[in-house]
């Protein structure tokens, strides 16, 4: 079955950086990789996804960049601010079969 | 529309006893996911029902966790005999098999073992 590895555990940024989180998955036949923010005490949240068809997408100050030959994706966060401040948690997915990452945990300094 | 919804939303039971919690998807998903959050951690994958097909269960932890799902709809998650270590929230997730798989989260239900 397919399995998500995710880092950093734990990121720590100032006010207005960048963040950056990383995930590989096994399965080559994963075709769509999501990304769901999940601030304290609440449901996850699906912030951003992409189709294996497609190497990078962006929202405003969120983007998402696939590498299907490394089998890699990863999450870009411009400008950031407090309240972006949350766990952040990759997934990977065939056929509505979709496992996470283990999540990071992102705290966003004033 | 209504989203997932879970029940309760929260339970308090002693060790040894049987709790079931109950996850109603999104009418029309044909998906539903049972994960397991402990205080601080990720999303443990405990099982996944797809339309008629055979549930996959690999995530279960042990014996005393089934789950069911009820003409495609309602799933109930059954512990048994729970144990402290049980403690945790246990979020119920429905995607759709038609356009992207978007898994839409319940409210979760947080279980406290004493």
């Known amino acids: 079955g397919e399995n998500v590895e995710q880092h950093p555990s734990t990121l720590s940024v100032q006010e207005g950086d960048s963040a950056v989180i990383k995930c590989t998955y096994s399965d080559s036949a994963s075709n769509y990789f999501p990304w769901y923010k999940q601030e304290l005490g609440k449901r996850p949240q699906l912030i951003i996804d992409i189709r294996s068809n497609v190497g990078e997408k962006k929202d405003q100050r969120i983007a998402v960049t696939l590498n299907k030959t490394a089998k890699h994706f990863s999450l870009h966060i411009t400008e950031t601010q407090p309240e972006d401040s949350a766990v952040y948690f990759c997934?990977?997915?065939?056929?509505?079969?979709?496992?996470f990452g283990a999540g990071t945990r992102l705290t966003v300094k004033p | 529309g209504a989203g997932v919804s879970q029940s309760p939303s929260n339970k308090v039971t002693e060790k040894g006893k049987d709790v079931e919690l109950r996850c109603d998807p999104i009418s029309g998903h044909t998906a539903l996911y049972w994960y397991r959050q402990s205080l601080g951690q990720g999303l443990e994958f405990l099982i996944y029902f797809q339309g008629n097909s055979a549930p996959d269960k690999s995530g279960l932890p042990s014996d005393r966790f089934s789950a069911e799902r009820t003409g495609g709809s309602v799933s109930t998650l059954t512990i048994q005999r729970t144990q402290q270590e049980d403690s945790a929230v246990y979020l119920c997730?429905?995607?759709?098999?038609?356009?992207?798989?978007?898994?839409?989260f319940g409210p979760g239900t947080r279980l406290t073992v004493l």
């Open positions: 997730a429905s995607s759709s098999s038609q356009g992207h798989n978007e898994q839409f």
């Open positions: 997934a990977a997915s065939m056929n509505n079969d979709m496992r």
